[in-house]
């Protein structure tokens, strides 16, 4: 881990993705997932908590809190910008154990993937109570490095690495200034006037 680093968890299991939301009531306008993903998205906030109480607070040796579980102990969500590295290991279907590729098309779409994983430790309005709350809410997240193999292709067990670091600002502007130039994008003399 680097100084960065706010923290990494490796959370064993087979990854779900976000679902679309369907309409199940036309009249009340309720709407549902349509994938069942509470028990991953419930794994993952679990991990993510465990990890952050237990790597960065000593809050169980203090009076009344010594009984806790280390997912109860409270602490207090990262509120400054970060970047976030997801690999998810994918357990291919049993049609394509043999094929060392993550293109089966029900591996799931990287994004769906991460927008679970990103719900599950976010603390932001949308958090469920047994989220994570790593964070004070998604829109602090700069940048998300996500990748997705197949655990047959690279031998190892289905699952997701996960680490969040803070975020070096200045690094990020400067290389979207590069990119950007890199890319022939004149920048606006003027300001933001246009947008």
């Given at each position: 881990?680097?100084?960065?680093?706010?923290?990494?968890?490796?959370?064993?299991?087979?990854?779900?993705?976000?679902?679309?939301?369907?309409l199940k009531n036309r009249d009340t306008g309720h709407m549902v997932e349509s994938v069942d993903n509470t028990g991953w998205r419930r794994q993952v906030a679990a991990a993510v908590r465990r990890e952050v109480v237990g790597r960065s607070r000593t809050m169980s040796d203090l009076p009344g809190l010594s009984s806790m579980a280390p997912?109860?102990?409270?602490?207090?969500p990262v509120d400054s910008p970060i970047v976030v590295n997801a690999l998810f290991v994918l357990r291919p279907p049993r049609t394509h154990e043999a094929m060392p590729s993550a293109t089966w098309a029900s591996a799931g779409d990287v994004d769906k993937l991460v927008r679970l994983v990103g719900d599950a430790m976010n603390a932001g309005s949308d958090a469920h109570p047994r989220d994570a709350?790593?964070?004070?809410?998604?829109?602090?997240?700069?940048?998300?490095n996500a990748t997705k193999?197949?655990?047959?292709?690279?031998?190892?067990?289905?699952?997701?690495?996960?680490?969040?670091?803070?975020?070096?600002?200045?690094?990020?502007?400067?290389?979207?200034?590069?990119?950007?130039?890199?890319?022939?994008?004149?920048?606006?003399?003027?300001?933001?006037?246009?947008?």
């Open positions: 881990m680097t100084g960065l680093d706010i923290i990494t968890v490796w959370v064993p299991g087979i990854a779900k993705t976000k679902g679309s939301m369907d997912e109860d102990l409270p602490y207090v709350h790593l964070y004070a809410d998604d829109n602090l997240i700069l940048r998300w193999v197949s655990a047959t292709a690279v031998g190892y067990p289905p699952g997701v690495l996960i680490n969040v670091q803070r975020a070096p600002v200045s690094l990020i502007n400067s290389m979207a200034i590069r990119t950007l130039a890199d890319a022939g994008v004149k920048p606006n003399e003027v300001g933001y006037g246009g947008f």
